[in-house]
Structure formats: C-alpha cells, structure tokens
C-alpha cells in the first residue's frame, strides 16, 4: 500500500464537464475510503482536530472507517457537524485539518474533507439521520437566515432540547448554500436538501418568506412572539462595487445576482422563467471562491470567460482546486490585471473593458504585495458581460430597525467571538453578518459557539 500518496478522487473528465452542471466531483468508493482511511497515523496528539472550526474528532471518525463502520463514522461525525455532506465539498480543509496533518510532513495529508463527504454520503442513501434529543427544554429561540451559520445554531440548539424556529428571507431554505454555491459543486436536491431534512429532523421548524425587519423585528419577536434569545445568521449579501465608469451598463452583474439567477431560479435549465443574459465573452473581476463559481458557471452558459484579479496566481484568495478545476476547463486567467473603466455601447450595453497591467510592490496591510499599475500598459478587452467577485457586506435592513444592536464600522453586527452575544440582551450573532463574507465553516463554527452562549444564557434564566 502507498502510504505517502493519498488515493486520488474521481472526477468528471474537464472536456466533459465544462459543458453541464453535474457535480465535478464523484467521491470515494468504500474501498477507496477504507484505504485513505488506512494511511492516518492514529496520531496520539492529533494536530488535525485542532484545525476543525466545528472542532470534529477527525481521527475517531476515520478508524470508523478503516473498521468498516461507515454508519459509526457518520454520527461521529454529527457530534459535532450539522452538515458534514457540504463541509465535505466546500470547506477549505487544505488550510484547516489537513494543513495540520501529521501524514503531511511526508506525503500528502489524510484526504479528511473527501472521507467526511464519503461518511456523509453513505449516511443520506442508507437513510441514516442524526439522534434527536429525547429531553426537551420549554424555551424557544428564533434564528435568523438559514444559511450555515443559521442552520449549525438550529441544529446545535435542537439537540441541546430547544424549540428552534428558522426564519429565511428567500422562499427556499439554506441561504448561500442554495443561492451562491454551483449545482457542479453542491448539488442542491440532494445534498443539500437531505442536509437541511436533517437538521428538521432534529425538531427545527423553518419559515420562508419572512423579511425579518419587514415582517417582524426582532423586538417583536422577543416582546411579542413569545422568543426567550434570537440567533442572528442573516449572512453577507450586499455586493460591492468598484466604483469605475460604466458599472451601471446592461451586462454588468454582481456575482451574487448572476449566481442566484442560476443557483436558486435555475436560469441554466430550459423550462424555468429565469432568464439571465448570460454573456458570450464574459469578464469575472475578483479572485475568490465566488469569482471561480461564477467564471465556472458563465463558462458552462456557452461563454468565453476571463478571470481579471489585480494580483498575481500566488496571490489568489480561492481553494486551489477551484484554481485547478477552471483551469482545467477553459477559464482564462488575466493576473496582474485591473480594470479601468467598463466600455459601454450606443444602446447601454458593456461592449469592452479598458484595464491596465499591475505588479507587485511591498507588502500592504494585508500582509500581501501592494499591486501597482505599470505605466503605458493599458488595453482593452473584448466583452459583452461583466460580473464583478468583490465581496459582500451584510444587508443593513436588520441592523436599521433594531435598538440597542451595536454596528461596527463595516457594517457588521458587533458579536463576541466565543460566545456571539451582541450588545442587545438576548440577541446573539454570527457568520458572514458579523464577519463579513467569510466561508461557509468558518459560519458553522460560530453558529456552534453562538448556540453555546445562548444555551449557556438561557440556563441562566
């Protein structure tokens, strides 16, 4: 057996999948999961754990693996994970647990995000779900969104016996796991949907279609609707904008708009009436997770697609494999590249974009090389469509009509990191509406801690 070399996964051929939104990835067999599980150390001090946002006792659930006990791995697994079928494809484990892994230092590190994925799978198609709490509290709590963080609150609170009700905005559940992850990368009816099945297996009610803010505040909520703690999971998705002439032409997106037209309305398949004018030559302006997914998905509309990020390749702040998987079906990279001012025609539509050619000076705040623009460098690029990847800010909407809620200065709700308890009594918070956009993990991790802080208040009651 090669210890060194993880067992590599299947995978979609780049020609064949470039061309639909079926998932890229095809996951471990059993027999390829027993065997990636068979290079794990068993580490007597594990690093890997350590590494884990939801802290998942990494090493106990692979040995259940390597044993055979696939159904054993999972509800280790959902000790500590409400969505372990979705940390699987799209958390960064390459700079989380596996970066920490002892197997690591020789040879490539235990494949822990595809083993919890396989662990996952097996569980939703052999109909296995997590244990319910048989103990229940006579308490409610009501969360706010139903994206990662909200649903890892929900299920933590759940599980802990609380009367948990989920309040989303849109008219499906699962907030970005929906409306801002691919189908090619997280396919919705059944991953997702069975991951969200689960979490109101555990006794969590969700409501679609309530704006809270509009139709409820939180203040009703708690004065009113009978609430005893409010969990605020709201997410990041306000886009923003660089600012340069021509944002404001027909074919300019954010990547958020183009994503959800196709992710949540289905824009990519014949029948649904989501139109989206999709593009044949198409600029993506950012370098993150979101600019791949959405420079993946116009590639998949029939497109020519550039990447333009002002920085060079080390420098990207996307997975590497999402780096890897554009490559490899077509997207094309314009590094070192920063955009000018967006063309625009005689009708309002993006004809072009100027851009300049950047490089890399001293290192800024960030800790990264500043990009400064090289002199007489200007070009235009051919386009029809222009999406910009740029980040998102939490909507404003909660934070207007809320007293006592304290904002920092970006916006976002100002939460206590171990705990998520904000400066109202009773309202707690986490994810991207107190971080910013941040991953979908890093989410789950403070929803869990913000489940703790709230169980932890209301015992105190």
């Given at each position: 057996m090669d210890v060194l070399n993880r067992v590599p996964v299947r995978e979609q051929a780049a020609a064949e999948r470039a061309h639909n939104f079926d998932e890229v990835c095809l996951g471990y067999s059993l027999e390829e999961a027993k065997a990636e599980a068979d290079r794990c150390l068993k580490c007597k001090n594990p690093k890997c754990q350590t590494g884990c946002p939801v802290n998942i006792d990494i090493p106990r659930f692979i040995a259940k693996i390597g044993e055979n006990d696939v159904e054993g791995a999972y509800n280790v697994i959902s000790e500590y994970s409400a969505l372990p079928a979705i940390c699987g494809r799209v958390c960064p484990q390459e700079s989380q647990c596996e970066a920490k892994c002892i197997r690591g230092i020789k040879g490539d590190a235990i494949s822990i995000g595809k083993l919890e994925r396989f662990a996952a799978d097996y569980a939703r198609e052999h109909g296995i779900r997590p244990a319910v709490c048989a103990e229940k509290k006579d308490k409610k709590v009501a969360v706010i969104g139903s994206g990662p963080a909200g649903l890892t609150c929900a299920g933590e609170l759940a599980k802990m016996g609380y009367e948990v009700t989920i309040l989303e905005a849109l008219h499906e559940p699962g907030g970005v796991l929906v409306y801002g992850i691919p189908e090619f990368r997280l396919p919705k009816s059944t991953v997702v949907k069975s991951e969200i099945e689960n979490v109101k297996a555990l006794g969590v009610k969700i409501e679609t279609n309530v704006v809270v803010g509009k139709s409820v505040t939180i203040d009703e909520l708690l004065n009113e609707e009978g609430f005893d703690a409010v969990f605020i999971g709201s997410g990041a998705g306000l886009p923003k904008f660089m600012g340069i002439p021509g944002e404001n032409a027909n074919g300019v997106f954010s990547a958020n708009e183009y994503l959800t037209r196709n992710n949540l309305m289905k824009a990519f398949l014949d029948g649904y009436d989501t139109p989206i004018s999709a593009g044949k030559k198409v600029a993506v302006v950012g370098g993150g997770n979101v600019a791949m997914d959405a420079a993946r998905t116009a590639l998949r509309l029939g497109a020519t697609v550039y990447i333009v990020y002002r920085r060079g390749e080390a420098e990207l702040p996307a997975r590497v494999e999402e780096v890897h998987h554009a490559k490899e079906e077509g997207v094309i990279f314009k590094l070192?590249?920063?955009?000018?001012?967006?063309l625009?025609?005689?009708?309002?539509?993006?004809?072009?974009?100027?851009?300049?050619?950047?490089?890399?000076?001293?290192?800024?705040?960030?800790?990264?090389?500043?990009?400064?623009?090289?002199?007489?460098?200007?070009?235009?690029?051919?386009?029809?469509?222009?999406?910009?990847?740029?980040?998102?800010?939490?909507?404003?909407?909660?934070?207007?009509?809320?007293?006592?809620?304290?904002?920092?200065?970006?916006?976002?709700?100002?939460?206590?990191?171990?705990?998520?308890?904000?400066?109202?009594?009773?309202?707690?918070?986490?994810?991207?509406?107190?971080?910013?956009?941040?991953?979908?993990?890093?989410?789950?991790?403070?929803?869990k801690a913000a489940a703790k802080g709230i169980d932890e208040y209301l015992s105190q009651k």
């Open positions: 070192l590249t920063n955009p000018k001012e967006i625009v025609d005689e009708n309002g539509w993006v004809k072009g974009m100027r851009c300049v050619e950047m490089e890399l000076g001293e290192p800024d705040a960030s800790g990264r090389r500043r990009p400064i623009e090289k002199a007489d460098s200007e070009f235009v690029l051919d386009l029809d469509t222009v999406i910009m990847s740029l980040g998102t800010s939490p909507n404003p909407l909660i934070s207007s009509v809320t007293k006592d809620l304290e904002i920092n200065a970006r916006g976002c709700i100002a939460a206590a990191e171990e705990d998520g308890s904000t400066s109202k009594k009773a309202v707690f918070a986490g994810g991207d509406a107190v971080t910013g956009a941040a991953t979908v993990i890093l989410a789950m991790g403070a929803g």
